[in-house]
Each structure stands twice: as structure tokens, then as C-alpha cells.
């Protein structure tokens, strides 16, 4: 059961690679290294010149944190088939399924962690403190 979900998941990510060069050629690298430049920047004068009306700010905080709740998944790597021909060895599958939707949890916990870390200047530039932040 592991080899054929291992041997699925390497021909995704084989797949993946195969277009990332197509995606990520020369010009569009540069032109992500400029937008996150002028994003930073822009990020760094709006802390420096904070405006005194705080909702279209915390507006977009809570759309941005509303959005990171809805983003992700669990890579299960299960096709239509299976729901067939896997029955015979159910419990492995449903270990398998618990095993994948703990690694994506923790996996997707962490990504949305370091977005909302980005935003944690704000909400100190905003005067709240910690607690109110991690809540």
C-alpha cells in the first residue's frame, strides 16, 4: 500500500517539475524579484508612515486571515478507482488517510503561521499586543 501511494506522489511531483520550467522561466523570476521588492517597500513605508484610520487595515487582515483559513488541502493521492479496488485492504487506506490528513494539517498550520507572521508588525503598528495577535 505504501509503494503504490509512494509511486503516486513521485509521478505528481515529477509532473510538477516538469512544468515549473515552463512557469518559472527567466523573465517572470525577475519580474517576482521586482514585485517583492516594491511590495517590501511599500510594506516598510506604510509601517513607517502609519495612518491614523486603522479599518481599511484591518479590513484586509481579516479578508487575508478569512482567505489563509480557506487555502489548502489533504494530498491523498486517491483516484476513482480505488474506491473499488482498495476496498479489500480498507484499513490500511483508512491509515493511510488519517497518517495524510495529520501530515497536511501540520503542514498547512505552518505556511499559514509564516503568512500571519508577516502581518504582525501591523498589528503592533496598529497598538494591539500579543494576545490580541495570536488570537
Same mark, same amino acid.
Given at each position: 500500500?505504501?509503494?503504490?501511494?509512494?509511486?503516486?506522489?513521485?509521478?505528481?511531483?515529477?509532473?510538477?517539475?516538469? !512544468?515549473?520550467? !515552463?512557469?518559472?522561466?527567466?523573465?517572470?523570476?525577475?519580474?517576482?524579484?521586482?514585485?517583492?521588492?516594491?511590495?517590501?517597500?511599500?510594506?516598510?513605508?506604510?509601517?513607517?508612515?502609519?495612518? &491614523?484610520?486603522?479599518?481599511?487595515?484591518?479590513?484586509?487582515?481579516?479578508?487575508?486571515?478569512?482567505?489563509?483559513?480557506?487555502?489548502?488541502?489533504?494530498?491523498? !493521492?486517491?483516484?476513482?478507482?480505488?474506491?473499488?479496488?482498495?476496498?479489500?485492504? &480498507?484499513?490500511?487506506?483508512?491509515? !493511510?488517510?488519517?497518517?495524510?490528513?495529520?501530515?497536511?494539517?501540520?503542514?498547512?498550520?505552518?505556511?499559514?503561521?509564516?503568512?500571519?507572521?508577516?502581518?504582525?508588525?501591523?498589528?503592533?503598528?496598529?497598538?494591539?499586543?500579543?494576545?490580541?495577535?495570536?488570537?
Amino acid at each position: 500500500m505504501k509503494d503504490l501511494f509512494l509511486k503516486r506522489k513521485q509521478a505528481f511531483r515529477k509532473e510538477c517539475v516538469g !512544468y515549473l520550467r !515552463y512557469v518559472l522561466n527567466d523573465h517572470f523570476v525577475l519580474f517576482l524579484l521586482v514585485l517583492i521588492g516594491f511590495l517590501a517597500y511599500q510594506y516598510s513605508q506604510l509601517l513607517q508612515d502609519f495612518p &491614523e484610520n486603522h479599518w481599511p487595515i484591518l479590513l484586509f487582515l481579516g479578508i487575508v486571515s478569512a482567505l489563509l483559513l480557506a487555502w489548502g488541502g489533504i494530498a491523498t !493521492y486517491m483516484e476513482g478507482p480505488d474506491k473499488l479496488f482498495l476496498l479489500v485492504s &480498507e484499513e490500511e487506506v483508512k491509515s !493511510y488517510l488519517k497518517g495524510q490528513t495529520v501530515s497536511s494539517l501540520v503542514f498547512w498550520t505552518i505556511v499559514q503561521t509564516l503568512f500571519l507572521l508577516l502581518f504582525a508588525p501591523l498589528f503592533l503598528a496598529m497598538g494591539y499586543g500579543l494576545p490580541v495577535f495570536l488570537v
